[in-house]
C-alpha cells in the first residue's frame, strides 16, 4: 500500500459500543489509516450507552462513510485493507455476512473482506446463543472469519472497564499485527515466567 496501512472498522447497533469507540482512539495513536462504517442502530446505541455524539466518533476516523453509500471504497476488493474489525457485531449483522445477503456498506465491506481473503474479526455481543447464532458463527468461521466474543481476560486482574475493553481490543489487534502497547501478556508481564 502506498500509504498507511488501511484498517476498516464497523460498529453496528450491538450493545458495547464502547468497544468501537475505544478501537477508533488507540488506532488514532497508530501509523494505520482507519475507515468507519456505522450502522443506523450503532447511533442509537451510542446515545445510549455514552456520552458520545455519532458526528464525535465519525471524527475519530481517518475516513469515515454513510452506512447507505453502497458504492463506497470500502465495497470493491481492489480497494486494499489489511482487514476489517466489527466492535460491537450484533446477530443481525453477523448474520447477513454469513449468508453473504448485504443490505448496508458495513455488511457489504466485511462480505470484500472475506472475498478478498483478509482477516475479518467480529466481536459478537450476544448471549445466550441458539443453533442458528452458532450455525452463522460457524459459516463465518468457514469463510476465514474470526469471531471473537469480547470475553473478558480476568487473569490480568483488571481495576476498570477500560482496562477490560483494552485488554480485548489489544488481543484482536494482535490478529493484525498490530500492537499498540496496551495488552498485558501472558508470560511476560503476568503469569508464570520460564527460568
Not at 443490505?103 to 472475498?115: E, G, I
Not at 452463522?136 to 476465514?144: P, R, W
Not at 493484525?176 to 496496551?182: Q, R, V
Amino acid at each position: 500500500m502506498k500509504s498507511r496501512p488501511r484498517l476498516v472498522v464497523g460498529i453496528s447497533g450491538a450493545s458495547g459500543v464502547i468497544y468501537g469507540i475505544r478501537l477508533l482512539e488507540i488506532l488514532r495513536k497508530q501509523p494505520i489509516e482507519t475507515h468507519l462504517v456505522m450502522t443506523k442502530a450503532a447511533e442509537m446505541t451510542i446515545a445510549l450507552e455514552s456520552d458520545y455524539k455519532p458526528a464525535q466518533v465519525r471524527s475519530l476516523a481517518s475516513v469515515s462513510y454513510p452506512v447507505a453509500d453502497v458504492g463506497a471504497a470500502l465495497s470493491g476488493g481492489s480497494f486494499r485493507t489489511l482487514g476489517m474489525i466489527v466492535a460491537p457485531c450484533s446477530v443481525r449483522t453477523m448474520s447477513e455476512i454469513a449468508t453473504g445477503a448485504t443490505s448496508n456498506l458495513l455488511t457489504r465491506a466485511a462480505d470484500v473482506v472475506l472475498k478478498e481473503r483478509r482477516r475479518l474479526v467480529l466481536l459478537l455481543r450476544e448471549t445466550p446463543l441458539h443453533s442458528g447464532h452458532l450455525r452463522s458463527m460457524l459459516a463465518l468461521s468457514d469463510a476465514g472469519g474470526i469471531i471473537m466474543p469480547p470475553v473478558p481476560a480476568f487473569y490480568t486482574r483488571p481495576q476498570s472497564v477500560e482496562e477490560i475493553v483494552d485488554q480485548t481490543l489489544g488481543r484482536a489487534l494482535d490478529l493484525f499485527d498490530i500492537d499498540p502497547g496496551i495488552t498485558r501478556r501472558w508470560g511476560e508481564d503476568i503469569g508464570f515466567r520460564k527460568g
